[in-house]
């Protein structure tokens, strides 16, 4: 079983949509989750951070983590199709080693 | 605050032969990270250096190798090049537990 498991999609939703990105872990050590964004050719992109359980809100932007069921989601409201990328989620016990889902592909259509 | 850099950004190799990548922390970060990127496996942590030590190593074989200068500039080597090396390969650096900033990669392609 791998460590962190994320569906990798595609993804497609109309522009103005809520767009719901999960993922789910197995190390119930994981306190560090994070949610990057990458562009086509381009290195990931740090989006949300968040220690332990809770919801972290960033603009149109929310991070939730629940240790309890082992379960992260990032929302995305009001979705722009600047915002069609591939979404990797990330953890880590630690912090000195993380762990990365294998990435959610979204396109947001006009 | 200037990024990751990493260079070169793309590199054509042979089988056999060997490459040497390089990466440029933020300034100020001591934790250097290695990534492989591919299609199908996504990202696989490679091995991470923190202040010119190997601190964690990742499930790959020992063709892969790095090392850290002093300056947190760090270099990761792949000897013996086989197809299946042939990948987006990302350095990350940090500036403490939590967070990593990723640089844009450097693609390398094994004929």
Redesign the interface.
């Given at each position: 079983q791998k460590e962190v498991e994320q569906d990798p999609g595609p993804l497609s939703v109309p522009e103005g949509a809520i767009v719901s990105l999960n993922c789910t872990y197995s190390n119930s050590a994981f306190q560090?989750f994070?949610w990057?964004r990458q562009y086509s050719?381009?290195?990931?992109?740090?989006l949300m951070?968040t220690?332990s359980s809770g919801n972290k809100e960033d603009g149109r932007f929310t991070a939730q983590v629940d240790k309890s069921s082992k379960y992260i989601s990032l929302f995305i409201r009001d979705s722009q199709p600047s915002d069609s990328a591939t979404y990797?989620c990330?953890m880590?016990a630690?912090?000195?080693?993380?762990?990365?889902?294998?990435?959610t592909s979204l396109t947001v259509i006009p | 605050k200037a990024g990751v850099t990493q260079t070169p950004r793309y590199l054509i190799k042979t089988r056999g032969q060997q490459v040497t990548l390089s990466c440029s922390p933020i300034s100020g970060h001591r934790s250097v990270s290695w990534y492989q990127q591919t299609p199908g496996q996504g990202l696989q942590f490679l091995f991470e250096y923190f202040s010119e030590t190997q601190r964690n190593k990742g499930n790959f074989p020992g063709r892969f190798s790095g090392r850290q200068f002093s300056n947190s500039r760090s270099e990761m080597n792949v000897s013996t090049l086989e197809l299946g090396d042939s990948a987006l390969y990302l350095c990350a650096s940090s500036p403490n537990y939590n967070e990593q900033f990723f640089g844009p990669g450097t693609r390398l392609t094994v004929l």
């Open positions: 560090y994070m990057y050719r381009k290195g990931p992109e740090l951070y220690y990797l990330a880590s630690s912090g000195n080693q993380f762990y990365f889902g294998t990435g | -």
